[in-house]
């Protein structure tokens, strides 16, 4: 099976496809984009992306994604690309100036949605981890070089797109996505 993901972020195309590819499907880039609406709820902003692309394909697949940071108030939250824009890595770590120990913690948040065979899924991903003192790593993207998985000691962008499709939010999501799809015989 092949499903499109309505996206323009050719890195989650990567990650989505490391994943999948381990459960016989394939993916690829949609030309379609997804229509944001601005709501501090993931599975809200992928309901509505859904609710529009699904009358225009099938076979589709649109995904939202937040870093959920605890001594922030839970911010960037799903406006991450936002913030990343706009304050980057430096700007979240000049915010947390001062914050130690516990209250690094954090957790990156993944909720993705498909419309196969004219029925939709939605599945949720989440990883608990904590925010580095300095960015480290050179491979991922937005927030990966600060947000180290607990028990890990590594941030997401110390990792290969191999390791990180074993380990990350958006990971567990397609994963879940996946092993939902075949349990219920939509593939």
Do not use: W
Not at 153 to 176: C, D, N, V
């Amino acid at each position: 099976m092949e499903l499109s993901f309505a996206t323009g972020n050719r890195n989650k195309v990567k990650e989505a496809s490391a994943v999948l590819e381990r459960f016989g499907i394939s993916i690829n880039q949609s030309p379609l984009r997804k229509i944001e609406i601005q709501s501090g709820d993931l599975v809200e902003i992928v309901e509505y992306a859904l609710s529009h692309l699904c009358m225009e394909a099938n076979n589709l697949v649109v995904e939202d994604d937040g870093l959920f940071v605890n001594s922030l108030n839970g911010f960037p939250g799903p406006y991450a690309a936002y913030a990343y824009s706009t304050i980057g890595v430096r700007g979240l770590l000049k915010l947390m100036q001062g914050v130690a120990g516990e209250e690094r913690r954090a957790t990156f948040k993944s909720v993705v949605g498909a419309c196969v065979g004219g029925r939709r899924f939605i599945v949720e991903g989440a990883v608990d981890g904590v925010i580095t003192e300095e960015p480290r790593g050179s491979s991922g993207f937005g927030f990966d070089p600060v947000f180290s998985p607990l028990g890990g000691g590594r941030t997401f962008a110390e990792m290969s797109i191999e390791e990180k499709s074993r380990y990350s939010h958006r990971a567990l999501a397609f994963s879940r996505l996946a092993e939902r799809l075949l349990k219920e015989g939509a593939l």
